[in-house]
């Protein structure tokens, strides 16, 4: 089932590119599209990473695989369904 999330941009690899890191299964699920690595709920202030930092709260990682590229840095609302693997979503279109 769809749902909307929204995410901050740390790393993105090109369907082009060879990442030594992407385990068998994503690179089967991304095959000729984009993996973007983002922090749940995009960036925080930075009040909210203080608070963060001394609570001791990690930031929430999600893989996106995605048709279209992004920039580092860039937040996304995205509508994203769940994938086999944990923690990794794909990009549906919206209607």
Avoid: K
């Amino acid at each position: 089932m769809p749902r909307e999330l929204r995410v901050e941009v740390l790393h993105v690899v090109g369907p082009d590119e060879d990442d030594e890191g992407l385990v068998p299964e994503l690179r089967e699920v991304a095959a000729s599209r984009y993996v973007l690595v983002c922090r749940a709920g995009g960036r925080p202030s930075w009040l909210d990473r203080i608070r963060a930092f001394v609570r001791r709260d990690p930031i929430e990682a999600v893989t996106v695989v995605a048709d279209e590229a992004a920039e580092e840095g860039e937040e996304l609302s995205l509508t994203v369904d769940e994938t086999a693997i944990d923690g990794v979503y794909e990009t549906v279109a919206r209607d």
